[in-house]
């Protein structure tokens, strides 16, 4: 597999790919001699939750692929001048690899989400994924002490790929930390991706993903649960990328003046 360039944005290093190349690095992982890989999503809201909470930070660091999943990331980026091709939405990342799944037969193990989310995911992808094949399902209501046989029953379900819909940090530093017990070669959380694909939570119209106004409709959606997030969490993003772009401008200043 070719390295891929990568960019360092807010201090989160980012794979410079696209949708279509992660899954086709992804499938490539499934090819494999067998062993875990874990694929992280970062949006705005993770950037600054990585300030706050260093394990958080390191799980995302430690991901084989990292990628962008928000249009303010590919926008901090470019002002930067460290440019991504593209979002990663992990709603969009985890259909295509579903997609793909489905075309070369592999196994999927869902993992999160009440009970009655994830009964109606696997109806939904038996039916609209012919040839993919659900190795198991769990909900995500289990604590801390079930992991070790929540871990073994994903491993010896045989699954290559595991969908994690739990919220952040939870998910990230999970992975992580049973990366190597799990021996699921593509691990990936996705969030909320279970809702919407389900049907249960409506996505934003495709002019506001595009425009960097998906956060407004999920505010909007579910606003108890969702204004700190980014009323808060979208401030001190801008914030931190302020200051970014001054500390490169300073940086850049001195090195003008220097003789």
């Not at 980012?14 to 490539?28: G, N, S, Y």
């Not at 993992?111 to 040839?131: F, N, S, T």
Request: proline share 5%.
């Amino acid at each position: 597999m070719i390295a891929n360039a990568r960019a360092n944005i807010l201090d989160c290093r980012f794979d410079r790919i696209t949708l279509a190349q992660t899954v086709e690095h992804c499938m490539e992982f499934c090819r494999q001699p067998r062993s875990s890989h874990t694929i992280v999503t970062i949006n705005s809201a993770g950037l600054v939750m990585m300030r706050d909470d260093e394990t958080f930070r390191r799980a995302c660091m430690s991901g084989d692929l990292v990628v962008a999943d928000g249009v303010p990331v590919l926008w901090a980026g470019r002002l930067l001048g460290e440019p991504l091709p593209g979002r990663v939405a992990g709603v969009d990342l985890m259909a295509a690899l579903l997609s793909a799944a489905a075309r070369q037969g592999l196994r999927v193990y869902f993992l999160g989400a009440k009970p009655e989310i994830i009964d109606a995911l696997v109806v939904r992808c038996r039916e609209q994924y012919p040839g993919l094949v659900v190795a198991g399902a769990r909900d995500g209501y289990f604590d801390r002490a079930e992991s070790d046989a929540v871990v073994a029953h994903i491993r010896d379900a045989q699954a290559d790929i595991l969908f994690i819909g739990m919220p952040s940090p939870f998910k990230e530093v999970w992975a992580q930390a049973y990366k190597r017990a799990l021996e699921t070669p593509v691990i990936i959380g996705v969030g909320g991706s279970f809702d919407v694909l389900t049907g249960h939570v409506k996505r934003a119209p495709p002019w506001m993903q595009k425009s960097g106004l998906e956060w407004s409709w999920r505010l909007l959606m579910e606003p108890r649960k969702m204004w700190r997030r980014y009323l808060v969490g979208n401030s001190r993003f801008i914030f931190m990328l302020l200051r970014a772009l001054l500390q490169r401008r300073f940086r850049a200043g001195a090195r003008y003046s220097a003789p």
